[in-house]
């Protein structure tokens, strides 16, 4: 048993090739317009989820979705995932309001992500 619980997938990220069409696609398909849309970055907040569309895969350089599993404690969690086997791709940081974001690579080579709001 881990010390740390996790809250759920409540972020999924999406790299998209045209951000336009994509963000038409997610409109439709989600019925509410982006919460928050920049050229870089559009995102929508629909039934307690956050889906954020990132053009040619974001500073990431994703290629496939991003689920992120929210955490209360991101480093108590990172030590958890890493002592079990996972290996830490990007490290904790702050990606602004008080957020915490951090990826891990499963044994199998599965790319999770943790998310800490303050």
Same mark, same amino acid.
Request: no cysteine.
């Given at each position: 048993?881990?010390?740390?619980?996790? !809250?759920?997938?409540?972020?999924?990220?999406?790299?998209?090739?045209?951000?336009? !069409?994509?963000?038409?696609?997610?409109?439709? /398909?989600?019925?509410?317009?982006?919460?928050?849309?920049?050229?870089?970055?559009?995102?929508?907040?629909?039934?307690? !989820?956050?889906?954020?569309?990132?053009?040619?895969?974001?500073?990431?350089?994703?290629?496939?979705?991003?689920?992120?599993?929210?955490?209360?404690?991101?480093?108590?969690?990172?030590?958890?995932?890493?002592?079990?086997?996972?290996?830490?791709?990007?490290?904790?940081?702050?990606?602004?309001?008080?957020?915490?974001?951090?990826?891990?690579?499963?044994?199998?080579?599965?790319? /999770?992500?943790?998310? !800490?709001?303050?």
């Amino acid at each position: 048993m881990t010390s740390s619980s996790t !809250q759920g997938i409540k972020t999924v990220l999406h790299p998209v090739s045209d951000l336009a !069409q994509a963000k038409a696609v997610y409109t439709a /398909l989600l019925g509410v317009a982006p919460q928050t849309d920049t050229p870089h970055y559009v995102g929508f907040d629909v039934a307690g !989820q956050h889906i954020g569309l990132l053009p040619n895969g974001g500073p990431q350089g994703l290629t496939t979705p991003l689920a992120h599993w929210h955490v209360a404690d991101i480093e108590a969690k990172l030590a958890e995932v890493t002592a079990a086997g996972a290996t830490v791709k990007e490290p904790s940081h702050d990606v602004g309001g008080g957020r915490l974001v951090a990826t891990v690579i499963d044994p199998d080579g599965n790319l /999770l992500g943790l998310v !800490q709001d303050r």
